[in-house]
């Protein structure tokens, strides 16, 4: 298993209570400008939906070159367990792994599309605490929407057949960002023998996207998974 420096996600004690706990934070990274918080829905268009606030753990504007600007959004966790009976799920080996879903969502303000490219590996990641513990991310092929905000998991369904079949597939999406438009996407973490107060997120660093999972107490990791750019 490639070693990084990751964190575990998954006891359901902490994801009963984090949304309670915590408040959404804004960032700046690497810009001078403001930060423009606009709220959109699926189309493109102003979303009326007042309660997204209380689901975004982070909320940050990027500036590409020439100054245009896209906002990425993370979400707080939902889950513990694949099913609200509290079930678990058990891979092939009978490993049993704690569940959190998350979702992220990429608006386009600038006028030229955007190209975003995820491949997200099939590594299970080290980390720090108890030495076989760890962590493996799963890229959901299953459509988010605003509406399922509420919902158990945000709405995922059949988790359990879709990690039977992909736990140790690739996930890729490729996906054209047109200007003023959005996409959003769920990312599934399952941790082993971890427990702890997670958050996690998509991070831009020039072109390159890392997802970074933290957790208190035991710190913070990240890895590649893609690429975002303004389309030629």
Not at 5 to 10: A, K
Not at 170 to 184: M, S
Request: aromatic content about 10%; hydrophobic content about 35%; charged content about 20%.
């Amino acid at each position: 298993m490639k070693r990084v420096l990751f964190i575990s996600v998954c006891s359901i004690v902490w994801l009963c209570s984090c949304q309670q706990r915590s408040k959404s934070i804004t960032e700046k990274v690497a810009i001078e400008s403001d930060i423009k918080t606009t709220t959109h829905n699926n189309t493109g268009q102003p979303s009326q939906n007042h309660d997204l606030a209380k689901y975004i753990y982070t909320d940050t504007t990027y500036t590409l070159a020439k100054g245009k600007k896209i906002t990425i959004q993370n979400s707080f966790p939902k889950g513990g367990m694949i099913k609200p009976d509290g079930t678990q799920y058990y891979d092939s080996t009978g490993k049993s792994y704690a569940f959190a879903s998350f979702w992220t969502r990429i608006i386009n303000e600038t006028d030229i599309p955007l190209e975003l490219n995820l491949n997200v590996p099939t590594d299970s990641f080290r980390i720090f605490t108890p030495p076989d513990s760890f962590l493996k991310l799963i890229l959901p092929k299953e459509q988010f929407s605003l509406d399922k905000l509420s919902k158990f998991n945000y709405g995922l369904t059949e988790i359990e057949s879709f990690l039977d079949a992909n736990f140790n597939n690739v996930g890729i999406l490729k996906k054209t960002i047109n200007p003023n438009e959005e996409h959003i996407f769920y990312m599934m973490a399952l941790s082993y023998q971890a427990s702890g107060t997670p958050r996690a997120g998509l991070l831009l660093k020039e072109q390159n996207l890392y997802y970074e999972v933290s957790v208190e107490p035991n710190g913070s990791g990240m890895v590649s998974i893609g690429t975002i750019a303004l389309k030629k």
